[in-house]
């Protein structure tokens, strides 16, 4: 098993930024990917970014150039570097890691940014 708690979500005015961490637990040796997902309200979820255990990373186009995940192996933890805010970057981040095609979430966390 795989525990996974985010946090640094809240409310920001367009153009300004947050930085969301994913502290990872349990079972975490040989986690392949971790990614941030979203999803707002009344829409699917989606994929934000992701990065693998070797630290390629992917992101969606929609936030490309102002979105960037990183990780910390030593500390387990997935970081979601989120500038240039916009108005519909709002909705609950989860945190998402996949071991061995199994994949576990964590609870999200609200980002909600003001226009």
């Known amino acids: 098993q795989v525990q996974l708690v985010e946090s640094g979500g809240g409310l920001v005015q367009a153009g300004g930024s947050l930085r969301l961490s994913c502290a990872a637990s349990?079972?975490?040796?040989?986690?392949?990917?971790m990614a941030w997902y979203r999803q707002a309200p009344g829409k699917q979820r989606e994929l934000v970014a992701k990065?693998?255990?070797?630290?390629?990373?992917n992101s969606a186009d929609s936030v490309k150039g102002r979105f960037t995940i990183s990780r910390d192996n030593a500390k387990n933890t997935v970081y979601l570097q989120m500038n240039s805010l916009k108005f519909e970057d709002t909705a609950v981040y989860y945190c998402?890691?996949?071991?061995?095609?199994?994949?576990?979430w964590g609870q999200g966390t609200q980002v909600t940014v003001s226009s």
């Open positions: 990065i693998s255990s070797g630290g390629s990373t």
């Open positions: 998402n890691a996949l071991k061995g095609g199994e994949p576990y």
């Open positions: 349990g079972s975490i040796f040989s986690i392949d990917v």
